[in-house]
């Protein structure tokens, strides 16, 4: 087999925008190399490292601020690299130059919107709301049906840990793809860093106030748009013994962006590692469950008084953009790699009829 054949053989064995395999099931070949003798080293370095997160995670808390999450998120990559070429490292500090990049500008949203001047948002997206609720506040509805402030109900908790993944599922997942896969990495990379990227954009020139500070939570500012609506996570930790929780959850609201609440993070990153995982899963049953993970989230957004269901709605929305072009955009180098093969194949001289 020449070498053009095989890279077809390659190209063909590429998973498409869904990230299955679909053109052909030639699979590459696989060059036999000599066992890495860091391979052990690595493997001891990462538990160590998992043991020292869930310690950390046990006696502190999440971590919430981004710079905290980008460092934490290094250190893991740096110990999963042990032992890796040089080219490797040169490799992983643009990938983290990139990524660090990409969370700052999101801290920095805040900002820039403050000194552009752009109006904050209060009546606008509730009245979005109602239109869509038929005149209902959700948050306002959900909490006086569900919600008792003498008493942390089993949602109370539930809903407090679904909102809570919001801070490192995201990060988990580009963590593993990066040390396990990283052309799947940087599929997931180019949706991730688009959704953000327009969500940054929102967040400068859309600032919105979430239920609760629009029913007057924050004493910074006074509004009165809504009825009662109450910040619930940090009860819910706080019930179950996690007071490092509210703990971490109080120290890192300074790194905060109160009014990137248009579109919802939570909600569109819940749906994001849902519609990225889904080609690889294939039980029904699994998939409706990955499905319910979304939708938890999004209850649990607007119960908890963090999102209007507009936001929601516009979290969703996002990603559902964000991987509709990055899939065309990868169909189209795809299909282009596999034509050029076709060319280079065609012109290649016949070298087993030249051999006497």
Same mark, same amino acid.
């Given at each position: 087999?020449?070498?053009?054949?095989?890279?077809?053989?390659?190209?063909?064995?590429?998973?498409?925008?869904?990230?299955?395999?679909?053109?052909?099931?030639?699979?590459?070949?696989?060059?036999?190399?000599?066992?890495?003798?860091?391979?052990?080293?690595?493997?001891?370095?990462?538990?160590?490292?998992?043991?020292?997160?869930?310690?950390?995670?046990?006696?502190?808390?999440?971590?919430?601020?981004?710079?905290?999450?980008?460092?934490?998120?290094?250190?893991?990559?740096?110990?999963?690299?042990?032992?890796?070429?040089?080219?490797?490292?040169?490799?992983?500090?643009?990938?983290?130059?990139?990524?660090?990049?990409?969370?700052?500008?999101?801290?920095?949203?805040?900002?820039?919107?403050?000194?552009?001047?752009?109006?904050?948002?209060?009546?606008?997206?509730?009245?979005?709301?109602?239109?869509?609720?038929?005149?209902?506040?959700?948050?306002?509805?959900?909490?006086?049906?569900?919600?008792?402030?003498?008493?942390?109900?089993?949602?109370?908790?539930?809903?407090?840990?679904?909102?809570?993944?919001?801070?490192?599922?995201?990060?988990?997942?580009?963590?593993?793809?990066?040390?396990?896969?990283?052309?799947?990495?940087?599929?997931?990379?180019?949706?991730?860093?688009?959704? #953000?990227? $327009? =969500?940054?954009?929102? /967040? %400068? @020139? +859309?600032?919105?106030? !979430?239920?609760?500070?629009?029913?007057?939570?924050?004493?910074?500012?006074?509004?009165?748009?809504?009825?009662?609506?109450?910040?619930?996570?940090?009860?819910?930790?706080?019930?179950?013994?996690?007071?490092?929780?509210?703990?971490?959850?109080?120290?890192?609201?300074?790194?905060?962006?109160?009014?990137?609440?248009?579109?919802? #993070?939570? $909600? =569109?990153?819940?749906? /994001? %590692? @849902? +519609?990225?995982?889904? !080609?690889?899963?294939?039980?029904?049953?699994?998939?409706?469950?990955?499905?319910?993970?979304?939708?938890?989230?999004?209850?649990?957004?607007?119960?908890?008084?963090?999102?209007?269901?507009?936001?929601?709605?516009?979290?969703?929305?996002?990603?559902?953009?964000?991987?509709?072009?990055?899939?065309?955009?990868?169909?189209?180098?795809?299909?282009?790699?596999?034509?050029?093969?076709?060319?280079?194949?065609?012109?290649?001289?016949?070298?087993?009829?030249?051999?006497?």
């Amino acid at each position: 087999m020449t070498s053009v054949e095989s890279s077809i053989d390659r190209i063909l064995a590429e998973p498409d925008a869904s990230g299955a395999p679909t053109l052909g099931t030639a699979t590459p070949h696989r060059p036999i190399v000599a066992r890495d003798p860091f391979t052990a080293v690595r493997t001891a370095l990462v538990c160590a490292y998992v043991a020292a997160y869930a310690i950390w995670f046990a006696t502190r808390g999440v971590i919430v601020d981004r710079i905290s999450v980008t460092v934490s998120v290094g250190v893991l990559l740096v110990v999963a690299n042990v032992g890796r070429p040089v080219r490797r490292w040169i490799q992983l500090a643009r990938d983290m130059a990139l990524y660090a990049a990409m969370w700052f500008a999101y801290e920095e949203s805040r900002g820039i919107a403050d000194r552009l001047g752009f109006p904050l948002q209060v009546e606008s997206v509730r009245n979005i709301d109602r239109a869509l609720l038929f005149g209902a506040d959700a948050s306002v509805v959900l909490q006086r049906r569900f919600y008792d402030p003498d008493h942390v109900r089993w949602y109370d908790v539930a809903g407090s840990f679904v909102y809570l993944t919001h801070f490192w599922l995201p990060v988990a997942v580009i963590a593993v793809l990066f040390v396990r896969n990283r052309r799947q990495w940087a599929r997931f990379m180019r949706r991730f860093a688009t959704v #953000l990227f $327009a =969500a940054c954009i929102m /967040f %400068v @020139v +859309v600032p919105t106030a !979430p239920p609760w500070m629009a029913a007057g939570g924050d004493s910074r500012i006074r509004l009165d748009a809504l009825g009662p609506v109450e910040r619930i996570p940090w009860r819910a930790w706080r019930h179950v013994g996690l007071e490092s929780f509210v703990h971490a959850w109080d120290t890192g609201r300074d790194w905060l962006n109160y009014v990137a609440a248009m579109p919802s #993070l939570h $909600a =569109a990153f819940a749906l /994001f %590692v @849902v +519609v990225f995982a889904f !080609p690889w899963v294939r039980p029904r049953v699994a998939r409706l469950a990955m499905l319910g993970f979304p939708v938890a989230m999004a209850a649990a957004l607007v119960y908890l008084g963090e999102h209007y269901v507009a936001d929601v709605l516009a979290g969703w929305l996002l990603v559902g953009v964000a991987f509709w072009v990055w899939n065309r955009i990868e169909r189209w180098q795809r299909r282009r790699r596999i034509v050029r093969s076709r060319l280079a194949l065609a012109s290649a001289p016949d070298v087993s009829r030249a051999v006497p």
